[in-house]
Every structure is written in structure tokens, then in C-alpha cells.
């Protein structure tokens, strides 16, 4: 019988930091996932391509989570006579604009009709707790936030972005903005010193072994929609001084709600090391993934290359829904 294993692997900091694997393994006799192996692999270490290959041949690993982008921007590998971004042929990036254009519109139709009920109905919207409802506007209603609205009207670039960013940003974008202070940027954080150490990395991974790429913090805003978390848990994640504490919250709510078990020598690893942590979190990414527990993406925003995932945590989805390939 095929072991029913993912693992999650966070690469986001500067060139000496320090990365983890973290594989979590389900047990069929014990009907319970485990973190089974917490694997720590420092810049430079001599056998560093064989730590990472014999690790993921001893588990067996078919699945890895990771939180950097696995495709680049549209412009990368374009061969086209440019026309210039307003007037970019490409099909994602040509439905993307058309869409944001027409959300603008729409607002603003919106809003000439009946500028009193516009602006009560925004004011409510900005202010729902994102662990009430995901969303701070209603899409089919065309309320727009005033940071949502301002950020769509600069458009997207097709040498940064990606079409995903913006099926991103009309999902989560006033949520990041309040609860983390930053917006989904495929390559905000994406150094090219990161790409190029994981093209490196990932020649030394077999064939068969399946790559998607999750994001931390969606997966938090998630579990915070379906009550996992708390708002003041998820805040104080980023405490300098009470992160650790915060992460001990997190991980243990995690543990009881998703049926996961943490050995105590991983668990103090997981509490020190915010790198180790996000890794974990990857790797809850992908036990949604091997549930069948994501949300989908629609057929523009989507990537089989990418393989963007994002996890669903509702305790009332009873019938999980997979992503759309």
C-alpha cells in the first residue's frame, strides 16, 4: 500500500538562512496524521544534495509543498512583438485586465446609481471580521474596498505578476492588508538568489515527485475563516517578543482540529524556528491537498505548471471540493 505522506518546505529568506522539510504521514490503524520527520538543512553543508535525496527516497515522498513561485511572470519566454502593457495580447494577462476593468466599472455604476446605499454598503463591508466571512466586499454586488479598488486600478504587470495574483487579491486582499500589513506579490519575496538555489535543489529530486506551491499566510487567513484560529492568534504570530507563545497556540489548535500529532522534539523546533513553522504549515497545506480539501481555482488564474493550492478548512464542507486541473 502506497503511503499517504506530503511534506512542506519553506525557502523564503536571504541566502544563509537555514531551511526545513517537514513530512507529515498518515496512519490508516491509528485514523491520525503525524509529524514524522522534521528535517533541518544548512546552507552549504557538504552532503546537502544527498540529505535531501535520501530523505525524500526513505519516506517514499510523492507530494512537496513549497512557498515560492513555480512558474515565472507571462513576459518571461514571450516572444512577441511587445505592443506595451496596456495592450498586452497575452490570453491570462488580456482576461485579467479585462475583468479588473470590469469590476471598476461596475463600481462605479454602482455608485452613480445610489451613492448613499454605495457608500453605507462598503462601510459595512470593510469592517467584517475576516474570521466571519474571506471576503470584504461582495463580488457579485461589486463593492469594492478603497485599498482593493486603489490596487486594481494600477493594473497588472505582466513582468511581475502573474494572472494568479489577481484571483488572489479579489479573495484576500483587504484581509492580508489588515491582518498582515502586506498583499500577495508572486514575487515579492521570490529573490532571484531563492530561484536559482531551487532549480539547483530540485535537479537532485526525482521525477516523479509532484511540486505545489502554497502560501503561509492564505493558509492562516483559511484556518482563521473556519474558526481553527483566532484573529489575536494569528496577530501575534508576528510578536517578536511573543511569537514563540503564539506559535505554541497555533500549532496545538492545528493539532486538535485536524487530527495531527507533534512528537516534543519537533514541537520545540517548530516553536524556535519561525522557518520551521512556516514549513509545517506548508505541509498542512498539502494534507488538505491529499484530503481533497482545496479551493478552486478558476481555468484563467490556474497553472498545472504552478500547481497553486489553497487550503479549505470548513468544517461544513462535507462533500470536499477538488482544485479544477
Known amino acids: 500500500m502506497e503511503k499517504k505522506n506530503i511534506a512542506g518546505m519553506s525557502m523564503k529568506g536571504g541566502r544563509k538562512d ?14 491520525r496524521w503525524f509529524l514524522n520527520s522534521l528535517l533541518q538543512v544548512k546552507e552549504h553543508q557538504e552532503d546537502e544534495d544527498d540529505i535531501i535525496r535520501k530523505w525524500v527516497k526513505d519516506f517514499s515522498l510523492k507530494k512537496l509543498v513549497l512557498d515560492f513561485p513555480l512558474t515565472l511572470p507571462p513576459c518571461y519566454g514571450c516572444n512577441l512583438e511587445c505592443p506595451g502593457l496596456s495592450r498586452c495580447p497575452v490570453e491570462g494577462i488580456n482576461k485579467t485586465r479585462i475583468k479588473m476593468n470590469s469590476l471598476i466599472l461596475k463600481d462605479q ?5 445610489n451613492p448613499k446605499r454605495y457608500e453605507a454598503a462598503r462601510n459595512e463591508a470593510e469592517s467584517v471580521d475576516p474570521s466571519k466571512n474571506i471576503l470584504n466586499f461582495k463580488a ?8 482593493f479598488k486603489r490596487r486594481i486600478k494600477k493594473g497588472i504587470l505582466p ?54 506551491e502554497g502560501n503561509v499566510q492564505l493558509a492562516l ?10 484573529k489575536r492568534e494569528v496577530l501575534g504570530l508576528g510578536d517578536f517578543k511573543e511569537g514563540a507563545d503564539y506559535r505554541y497556540k497555533v500549532i496545538k489548535k492545528i493539532e486538535k482540529k485536524l487530527n495531527v500529532f507533534i512528537y516534543e522534539s519537533d514541537l520545540e ?24 480539501k482545496t479551493i478552486p481555482l478558476p481555468s484563467w488564474a490556474y497553472s498545472e505548471k504552478s500547481q497553486f ?3 479549505l478548512f470548513s468544517p461544513k464542507d462535507k462533500n470536499p471540493r477538488k482544485t479544477q486541473r
Open 18 to 31: 537555514n531551511f526545513f522539510f517537514c513530512l507529515l504521514e498518515y496512519f490508516p490503524k491509528k485514523e
Open 109 to 113: 455604476e454602482m455608485k452613480e446609481k
Open 140 to 147: 457579485d454586488e461589486h463593492i469594492l474596498s478603497r485599498a
Open 159 to 212: 513582468y511581475w505578476n502573474r494572472p494568479l495574483d489577481f484571483w488572489v487579491w479579489t479573495q484576500y486582499y483587504d484581509q492580508q492588508l489588515e491582518i498582515f500589513n502586506t498583499s500577495f506579490d508572486s514575487f515579492g519575496t521570490a529573490s532571484l538568489m531563492i530561484l536559482s538555489r531551487f532549480n539547483y535543489l530540485k535537479r537532485h529530486f526525482p521525477k516523479e515527485l509532484l511540486l505545489f
Open 221 to 230: 487567513l483559511e484556518l482563521l475563516k473556519a474558526k481553527v484560529l483566532t
Open 269 to 292: 523546533a517548530l516553536l524556535h524556528f519561525p522557518r520551521a513553522f512556516n514549513s509545517f504549515i506548508l505541509a498542512i497545506i498539502g494534507q488538505r491537498i491529499q484530503m481533497e
Open 309 to 311: 493550492v489553497v487550503p
